[in-house]
Each structure stands twice: as C-alpha cells, then as structure tokens.
C-alpha cells in the first residue's frame, strides 16, 4: 500500500515508489497511519506487561532478603547481650 500523497510529509510518492522520497517512510519503517498503530502497539503492550512484573520483582523481590538479614541481626545482637550479660555475672 504507497499512498499517492506522503502522509508523512506531504511528498507526490511515485506509484510505484516503495519509499517516499521526501522523508523515505516505507513499509518497513510504516507510513503515518501504519507508523503510529505499530508504535503505540509495540511500545504500548510490552512496557505494561514488561515494566510492571518485572518492576515489582524488582523492587519487592530483593525486600524479602532483608527481613532474613535483620533477623540474623537481631539474633546476633541477642546473643552478644546475653553473653555481655553472662560475663558481668562471672566477672
Ligand atoms: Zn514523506
């Protein structure tokens, strides 16, 4: 499908023309009409799907090694009190 008329820019497109000669939108790179349907479709569905699983796996995944981490920290803490507490006893 060559329009007669660029839809990009304006341009006369010869009819036999596979890209216009006046910006060079084909059908491979799309012309404005085809351009804009195949953009928003490309950028549009992958970005949500992408952006938010990958988003919260991110962000919330990292989350739950922390709570490990200060627990063990905790524990940690505990025993050096218990200990401290131990020898002020013994000393
Ligand atoms: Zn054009």
Redesign the pocket.
Do not use: M
């Given at each position: 499908m060559t329009p007669e008329i660029?839809p990009?820019?304006g341009?006369d497109v010869p009819r036999n023309a596979r890209a216009?000669p006046?910006?060079g939108?084909d059908e491979s790179t799309g012309w404005a009409e085809d351009a804009q349907q195949a953009t928003t479709a490309d950028l549009g569905l992958p970005d949500e799907d992408f952006d938010y699983d990958k988003f919260v796996k991110r962000e919330f995944g990292p989350a739950s090694p922390k709570p490990q981490g200060l627990h063990w920290f905790w524990w940690v803490l505990a025993i050096l009190l218990l200990t401290a507490i131990l020898l002020t006893w013994i000393l």
């Open positions: 660029c990009n820019c341009e216009c006046g910006c939108a």
